[in-house]
């Protein structure tokens, strides 16, 4: 598993899969120019905002985002960049946009959902079977909570050694 973020007290990977679609679902993004320069300010953004765009696909109605986000970063934050961003620069470029609505470019839903390397039953496995070890096979937290001395601890294992 290859860390996206390191920083001093921390290490992190937040990516996502971000859907975007105009206003009322309006095709304005099948003309070329558009697409290209709608492409180019989503770089331009993710530079200037300090977050990685993976992939990017531009369709008619919608468009798909890969994006990596610092731990530090929100993203409701980053898709505010995005939107906010994209709908000024592009209005800038192609006053003709204003014609589909003069208000908005983007809906004001978002779309989004993070992407992992470690599935679900990795998760699982990691906390319910790996830590057992640490607590001398007591499942229940509050049992080795009420004795009076804590059990010594053995190192921990990381999800790198659960993964297949």
């Not at 890969?66 to 530090?72: A, E, K, N, W």
């Not at 839903?109 to 079977?129: A, D, L, M, Q, W």
């Not at 509050?142 to 059990?151: F, H, N, R, V, Y």
């Amino acid at each position: 598993m290859k860390i996206e973020w390191s920083y001093s007290h921390g290490v992190g990977q937040s990516q996502y899969h971000v859907v975007l679609t105009p206003y009322k679902r309006f095709k304005m993004f099948g003309r070329a120019d558009i697409r290209m320069q709608l492409n180019r300010i989503f770089f331009s953004l993710a530079r200037r905002h300090n977050f990685e765009l993976k992939s990017l696909e531009i369709m008619e109605e919608h468009v798909h985002l890969f994006i990596s986000i610092r731990p530090s970063q929100s993203i409701a934050k980053v898709m505010q960049y995005l939107k906010g961003g994209s709908s000024y620069e592009l209005r800038k470029l192609f006053p003709e946009l204003d014609g589909f609505h003069r208000c908005r470019l983007w809906s004001g839903g978002k779309f989004y959902r993070p992407i992992s390397e470690v599935n679900e039953e990795t998760i699982k496995h990691y906390i319910e079977e790996s830590q057992t070890k640490h607590h001398h096979g007591i499942r229940e937290p509050s049992a080795w909570l009420q004795t009076e001395s804590m059990p010594k601890r053995t190192p921990q294992t990381t999800l790198l050694s659960f993964t297949g």
